[in-house]
């Protein structure tokens, strides 16, 4: 059964930080665009940060230069670091494996990902 497990999330204040982890059980997602997703409360879910199977990167506005994904292959790991954390990035985060080697360069679309993790809470108090 494929897998996909997050864990790191928790309770912060402002302008901290934390990293994210997600363990995935199949080193061919390793092959794939992998990303970072987020839920707020009453919002739709939004791509937060992907990597594809070439190393590129790409971040939604919100958070870039305060968001760095990561990988260990070796471990079959993707992380978050997320730095200068905000109230707004309070959120339910999901980690998340696409169809395509690559991630789509115009955002990250829930559409284009087949595999998903269960989720890890982030809250962040003003």
């Known amino acids: 059964q494929v897998r996909l497990v997050e864990s790191g999330g928790g309770s912060v204040q402002a302008g901290q930080s934390l990293r994210l982890s997600c363990v995935y059980s199949?080193?061919?997602?390793?092959?794939?665009?992998r990303a970072w997703f987020r839920q707020a409360p009453g919002k739709e879910r939004e791509g937060v940060a992907g990597?594809?199977?070439?190393?590129?990167?790409t971040y939604a506005d919100s958070v870039k230069g305060r968001f760095k994904i990561g990988q260990d292959n070796a471990k079959n790991t993707l992380y978050l670091q997320m730095n200068s954390l905000k109230p707004d990035d309070t959120a339910i985060y999901y980690c998340?494996?696409?169809?395509?080697?690559?991630?789509?360069?115009?955002?990250?679309?829930?559409?284009?990902?087949?595999?998903w993790g269960q989720g890890t809470q982030v809250t962040v108090s003003s």
């Open positions: 990597i594809g199977a070439d190393g590129d990167e």
């Open positions: 998340a494996s696409a169809w395509d080697r690559l991630c789509y360069k115009g955002g990250l679309r829930e559409a284009d990902f087949g595999f």
């Open positions: 199949e080193d061919t997602f390793n092959g794939y665009c």
